[in-house]
């Protein structure tokens, strides 16, 4: 599987060809608060192109230390785009930028992660509705005093990677899911296997024990031809499941089996 800044940069690379599109997906980008700080470079080059203003550096005090964004110094219209005037096409521009703009993604053994951090929680709210619109689960916590929309499982992501353009992304993800499930089934299969190599080979365990007994008592000489038939098959090919040994004496399974279980109930 990609890593988190392989989708970044594969939504990166997408360049809205309608007005509508690059309005929207700026619409997103600054949709976390209003304006476009980011520490990510590919993130304000697209801000830049999609026209939200030249970007300047700024940097903020953080502790003992200080952190450098880049920023938009042109403002910025808050009024100039709206969900639920839009398109579908125009909702999904609106997405990417999110993902791009504030997104968080995790792609690991356990599952892909998603999730949205916002210091107002009415923006994390109105995120998940949206997100609810376009088919998509997610849901809100509170961490550190931000509001943080997260989604997990599979499903969701994949839907929010498709909306957004991620294809080889999706791809990715998707060939990674056959794989595990692939694998999981084989692993099942030999399991199941294992499981009946063990009931076959403690099974004929018994039996030879039960023959050997009848044996060393004198009593496998009164038996009947059919049953001293079996005995004499078992014992010669203790290795051998019912089918094999059917095969051999020309006999059905279930036959062979009745017999085998009559020898050790004479045993014991």
Excluded at 44 to 59: D, F, K, Q, T, Y
Excluded at 117 to 137: D, H, K, V, Y
Excluded at 159 to 173: R, S, V, Y
Excluded at 254 to 266: F, I, M
């Amino acid at each position: 599987m990609r890593s988190a800044r392989d989708v970044k940069g594969e939504l990166a690379r997408i360049e809205p060809a309608r007005a509508c599109c690059r309005r929207a997906e700026l619409a997103g980008l600054r949709f976390a608060d209003g304006s476009i700080r980011t520490l990510d470079q590919s993130t304000m080059r697209i801000a830049v192109r999609l026209g939200a203003g030249p970007a300047v550096a700024s940097s903020t005090e953080r502790g003992s230390g200080t952190r450098h964004h880049l920023a938009v110094v042109a403002p910025l219209d808050d009024e100039a785009w709206s969900w639920s005037e839009a398109a579908p096409h125009d909702r999904q521009a609106f997405l990417r930028g999110v993902v791009l703009g504030s997104g968080s993604l995790s792609f690991s053994p356990s599952g892909p992660h998603v999730e949205f951090a916002f210091r107002s929680a009415p923006r994390a709210r109105t995120l998940r509705r949206r997100l609810a619109a376009s088919g998509i689960r997610a849901a809100v916590y509170e961490r550190r005093g931000r509001s943080v929309v997260y989604l997990k499982g599979r499903e969701h992501v994949a839907t929010l990677l498709q909306l957004t353009g991620a294809h080889g992304a999706l791809l990715d993800l998707e060939t990674e899911h056959v794989g595990h499930d692939v694998q999981n089934r084989l692993n099942r299969l030999l399991n199941a296997e294992a499981a009946n190599v063990n009931r076959t080979v403690r099974a004929a365990e018994r039996q030879v024990r039960a023959i050997e007994r009848l044996d060393a008592s004198g009593r496998l000489d009164d038996l009947s031809p059919s049953l001293r038939e079996v005995a004499a098959a078992r014992r010669a090919h203790p290795e051998a499941d019912l089918e094999e040994l059917a095969g051999q004496l020309n006999l059905g399974r279930s036959a062979v089996h009745h017999r085998l279980r009559r020898l050790e109930q004479l045993a014991g």
